[in-house]
């Protein structure tokens, strides 16, 4: 049923007239079948069929069946509606002589349809009529009084049969499914880089402590890599070094001098923690006209286009450094000396480490204070450790993503606790990062059925169909139950 302009109900039913008639074995036989309630504007319109083939009607008797409406709600709020008469022949005619005279023929008001009964014929009466809607209405029963009347022996027998129990029920509420994607087990090897902007005395490549401000920077090193060492959790497998130096002197100079600074720091890390040398990888960069320019665009130093368009403009390394000397009559070039190119001096490092596994309860906590060191498998577990509407299940896919912004499973599943959350536009924008995909498909229909846009949401429930997607194909006969009557 839908709610639109038009509240439909449409109800297969068959019962039997119950045994209320027992004093009069003829009244058997009365079935009643397709109610239907229609809602339109202001109106209310009530159809259903009475069939009475083997109904029996002695000559002089009548059967007045008087639809009522009742409120659910209220027992003071209901509707008589207009009856149908099925009467003997002797009691038709006493019918018509009153209607004649203007005489009331029953007491639920003039009838719909007086109904002459031929006993052992199919006869049938579909019965029609429309009427008021009032508020009350939206949650009632339609119920059929039957009376009987001119028995010998009787009066007037009465029985209600209930036809509806609610006449406009609630709209269908569909069910999607919407799809998750559980990640595979993974070893789950990371690395961090960090960058050691050591002293060194002119021209040296030697470590020292006590050089400048280096003790606080070997204090930086020796932090991070303990707190990897001293992580039960954590096996230290690799370390890449990287070796960079500023452009002022030969090039070739400056590539052996960062090489050989690089290798410095390897083997302080050796010695210090005792790491064998076959873990590290080195490597010596030489000068970094990379990271010049990029902090001289990001600047307002003087001469910056200039600057900008020698180190464009020329591909030697050597003379570019002759070049910038002459800007502004070496002003600039102090500039560069004194500001830009200390930083370059420097030497980055990347640790790689081995994490093991953890269980669900462990990744509650995990998640809490590192949670890089989990994987997308047990950030999955976690969340469905958790119920769909809480705030912890859509939490959890949302560190996924943010962790993991180029895994397609990530996404995904962060789209559908999105959904879940009644975030729609939210969950679109990130599967149309990944939108060729039938599982994206599927769930980016769920998103536009729940916004409404059902024409969408069709088109893509029918795309990932064609893919054989099972959960798209139940949900485009969801959709069908839903837009039946839109």
């Known amino acids: 049923m839908k709610t639109k302009n038009i509240i439909y109900l449409i109800i297969a039913f068959f019962t039997a007239v119950p045994g209320v008639y027992a004093q009069d074995a003829q009244l058997s036989g009365i079935t009643i079948e397709n109610e239907t309630a229609v809602k339109q504007g202001d109106r209310v319109s009530v159809s259903f069929d009475i069939t009475f083939d083997a109904l029996k009607v002695k ?16 027992s003071h709020e209901s509707l008589i509606l207009a009856p149908v008469v099925v009467a003997g ?4 005619k006493v019918l018509r002589r009153k209607s004649a005279l203007g005489e009331p023929l029953t007491l639920g008001g003039t009838p719909v349809e007086v109904v002459t ?13 429309a009427i008021p809607y009032r508020a009350w209405m939206q949650d009632a029963s339609l119920s059929l009084v039957h009376e009987v009347s001119g028995c010998a022996d009787c009066n007037t027998l009465l029985g209600e049969q209930l036809l509806v129990d609610n006449l406009f029920p609630a709209p269908y509420q ?6 998750y994607i559980m990640p595979e087990v993974e070893d789950k090897v990371r690395s961090d880089r960090h960058t050691a902007t050591f002293n060194f005395v002119v021209d040296r490549w030697e470590l020292r402590r006590d050089y400048k401000d280096n003790a606080a920077k070997f204090n930086e090193v020796d932090k991070v890599v303990n707190d990897i060492r001293n992580n039960p959790d954590l096996e230290i497998t690799e370390f890449t070094i990287d070796g960079y130096a500023s452009p002022e002197g030969s090039a070739p100079h400056n590539r052996m001098l960062a090489e050989n600074r690089a290798k410095s720091f390897a083997d302080y890390l050796v010695s210090k923690f005792n790491i064998g040398r076959n873990r590290f990888t080195v490597s010596g960069h030489g000068e970094d006209w990379e990271g010049l ?19 464009d403009r020329i591909s030697n390394p050597d003379v570019r450094d002759a070049e910038l000397k002459k800007l502004s009559g070496g002003e600039t ?16 490092y990347m640790v790689a480490y081995n994490v093991r596994g953890f269980d669900v309860d462990e990744a509650k906590e995990i998640i809490k204070t590192n949670p890089k060191l989990l994987s997308l498998n047990e950030m999955y577990l976690l969340a469905q450790s958790y119920p769909v509407e809480s705030t912890e299940f859509s939490e959890v896919f949302d560190i996924a993503v943010r962790l993991y912004p180029d895994s397609d499973i990530a996404i995904l599943n962060s789209a559908s606790a999105d959904i879940e959350g009644g975030n ?5 924008t990130r599967m149309n990062k990944i939108s060729d995909n039938p599982k994206v498909w599927n769930n980016l229909g769920v998103a536009y059925a729940r916004k409404g846009d059902f024409n969408k949401a069709k088109e893509y429930f029918e795309k990932a169909t064609a893919e054989g997607d099972n959960d ?15």
């Open 472 to 486: 798209a194909r139940a949900n485009l006969e969801e959709l069908r139950k839903v837009t039946v009557n839109d």
């Open 293 to 311: 320019r990029e902090a001289v665009s990001g600047s307002n130093i003087a001469d910056r286009q200039a600057i900008l368009g020698i180190i």
């Open 333 to 348: 070039y102090r500039t560069l000396l004194n500001s830009y190119y200390p930083p370059l001096r420097r030497t980055e």
């Open 89 to 92: 022949k002797k009691r038709v």
């Open 174 to 179: 569909p069910v999607y499914r919407l799809t």
């Open 117 to 129: 009964r031929k006993n052992r014929t199919g006869q049938s009466v579909h019965y029609n009529i």
């Open 424 to 428: 729609m536009d939210g969950a679109i």
């Open 59 to 74: 000559r002089n008797n009548m059967l007045v069946l008087t639809p009522l409406l009742k409120s659910n709600r209220n």
